[in-house]
Structures are given as structure tokens and as C-alpha cells.
């Protein structure tokens, strides 16, 4: 992670419109901003999407790839071609480039849609996780907190050592 990133931060609930169209938070959408005004949408988990600075997302894949490349290209891999596979698949459908519209609105393209878990009319947490903007189905938001917040103080404290 780079220095000079800002810390992206804020909790904010929003409405999906009927054309899956979710208006971000001004103060998290000029985080993301690039001259050409492309993100990465990418999908995290179940009910979860990661939205990414482009230069920044396809820096880190560019490293990944060209690595597993390498390791492909002397042997290393021999026997694990199954893995290989998997990986490519979840690649081919992990990300998508993105741009945002004006008013900072984001179109949610299909597949990212039901993996996301929500309808036109529902309700999509977006929240500043740091390094990126996640949006959320508010479901899996609440299981996560649910699950993860008693764990903040250590979490914290090791991180702020």
C-alpha cells in the first residue's frame, strides 16, 4: 500500500434505483477518481463489492499475474494445473472496469448484481474500508460486523504498534 494514499473512511446507507444505479457518497467517490474517471468493481465476497482507483487495482493484479506466470514457466506449478484453472475462471469474472456517471452515480453491472443480492428499491451499505469502497447488502454488512467488531480493539492496537 502506497504512503501517499488517502485512508478512506464513512458509513453511509443508500437505495439501488430501478436501474441498479447507486449514488456513492461525494466524500468517498472523489477517493476513487481518476482523470479518466475509471474504477475497478470487484467482487470480494458473498453480499460484498470492492470498488477500486484503477492504477492501483491493476498494479497489484499486474504483480500477482506476472509472478503465477513465472512460476508457471519454470515448472512450479507441475501437478496443479486444476489450480491454475480455478484461478483463471475466478479472475475472468472477479473485476470489472467501471466508470462513474455524474452525481458520482455507479451502474452495477450483471453478475456483480446477484452477487451483491439486491434488488431495485433495496437498501446497499457503502462503507470505506481503507484502501477501497465496499458496498454492501445490509445483511451480510451486519453478520460481518456482528462477527468482527469485538475484535477491533487487538485488531487496532496491532496495527497502530
Request: aromatic residues 8%; hydrophobic residues 40%.
Amino acid at each position: 500500500m502506497s504512503e501517499s494514499q488517502e485512508f478512506i473512511l464513512g458509513e453511509f446507507p443508500r437505495t439501488l434505483d430501478e436501474r441498479y444505479r447507486l449514488s456513492l457518497p461525494p466524500e468517498l467517490a472523489v477517493t476513487l477518481v481518476t482523470e479518466d474517471e475509471e474504477c475497478i468493481l470487484a467482487k470480494h465476497r458473498p453480499g460484498c463489492l470492492g470498488l477500486w482507483k484503477a492504477a492501483q487495482w491493476q498494479a497489484k493484479l499486474d504483480q500477482g499475474v506476472e509472478l503465477i506466470k513465472a512460476k508457471m514457466r519454470s515448472g512450479r506449478f507441475e501437478g496443479r494445473i486444476s489450480q491454475v484453472q480455478m484461478f483463471g475462471r475466478l479472475l475472468s469474472t472477479r473485476h470489472r472496469n467501471v466508470k462513474l456517471a455524474g452525481r458520482s452515480r455507479l451502474v452495477i453491472p450483471e453478475g456483480f448484481r446477484e452477487f451483491l443480492q439486491v434488488e431495485p428499491g433495496g437498501e446497499v451499505n457503502v462503507v470505506g474500508a481503507g484502501v477501497c469502497v465496499e458496498l454492501w447488502h445490509p445483511r451480510a454488512w451486519h453478520a460481518y460486523l456482528d462477527k468482527r467488531m469485538v475484535k477491533f480493539q487487538r485488531l487496532f492496537d496491532n496495527l497502530s504498534k
